[in-house]
């Protein structure tokens, strides 16, 4: 059964992005009304708005986290041609507001010349890096020197894709196996130029990020793209948000002891899903790569899993108000995977995050590097069914104006 339970978001325009933090209890929305706002999970799964604050001079269309780390820390992207990195900080015993907590920010970045689409934080293992794309098709990816000092980013590489550009995915990948590599999706409307998403990999002897893949099958504007999280696979899963959903395969060819040029892979879709009947706006996997959400302008978040044959099939469909679609809208409810689906987040009729499903649910810490990471025992338990894991969605709806924010949970009757 669902129980939808809702807060008024408050966003005074359309609310285009949800972020969880690694742990899954603090979450970021951003909107065209120029804010952002932080929330933070209580005890009893309530979520309340701890920060609120003008980010930009127009409007925000992606906030993410940093890993813990590398402390409280944010950044967002604008249509006013930037992005900003934001800090928390809590008031020391000397100060008058001691104990609590507010946002500065640290740096803008502004070497951008058109609205800069969407940003990224680097996988931990490659230390405190940034990634911007813009709608002039440059990827920009800087670099802290300091991580102790966030006022200090220098441009490392940039990057020009030819296509304007609406999203970027990092592989999170950590083993030495897999040079560093991300995607690049356009959101370039005209069909004619194929290959809408493009695949970089760094390469040690130029120290260069050079362009080693482009999925010419996908002709349709972009939306979203997602890397799997990789536990120990020798390939790599891409999930694509365009018209509808599509999960490709991309196997690395073995290359000669003494080949020092760009990686080559063999490309294989491996499912594609037209369900959504709309153009689907996010993709999102969870922890362990097993399930991948998507959610579209049908106002559903629907959920995909792969059984043993590597056959993917949808396992769950929300709406938006947290209800499951009933049978007589022509598809029966199915079974949701494992014996439960304990908890999901979905926007109602707002433009929604990428995260549906926050990595960890462990508490929060205070100080900048009292988190370091979770405990032993919970990495130990990653490779477990996603369900024993409480999981939160958000449904994406781009062109709604209601500014309210819907959390449905799912709970085992």
Known sequence: MFVARSIAADHKDLIHDVSYDFHGRRMATCSSDQSVKVWDKSESGDWHCTASWKTHSGSVWRV????????????????DRTAAVWEEIVGESNDKQRGLS????????VDSRTSVTD??????HMGLMLTTCSADGVVRIYEAPDVMNLSQWSLQHEISCKLSCSCISWNPSSSRAHPSMFAVGSDDSNVAYGGKVQIYEY???????????????VTDAVHDIAFAPNLGRSFHVLAIATKDVRIFKLAPMRKESSSTGPSKFEVQIVAQFDHHN???WRVSWNITSTLLASSGDDGCVRLWKANYMDNWKCTGILRGDGSPLSASSGQPISTMVGSSLLSQNALNGMSA????????DAPRAGSRFGHLLPPSSLIEHCDAE?????????????HSSRALLSLAEAEEQ
């Not at 813990?68 to 944010?74: A, D, I, K, S």
């Not at 507010?102 to 970045?109: A, P, V």
């Not at 996603?386 to 781009?398: D, E, G, I, N």
């Open 203 to 217: 390469n040690e002897n130029t120290r260069k990020y050079g362009k080693v893949e482009t999925l010419m099958t």
């Open 353 to 360: 995050g990428r995260y549906f499903f926050p990595p960890l």
């Open 102 to 109: 507010h946002w500065i920010k640290r740096t803008t970045l």
């Open 64 to 79: 993410t986290w940093a890993h813990p780390e590398f402390g409280q820390v944010l950044a967002s992207c604008s249509f």
């Open 278 to 280: 709309s153009q689907v």
């Open 386 to 398: 996603p369900v024993s894991q409480p999981q939160q969605q958000s449904l994406p709806h781009r």
């Open 119 to 124: 940003v990224k934080f680097a996988p931990k």
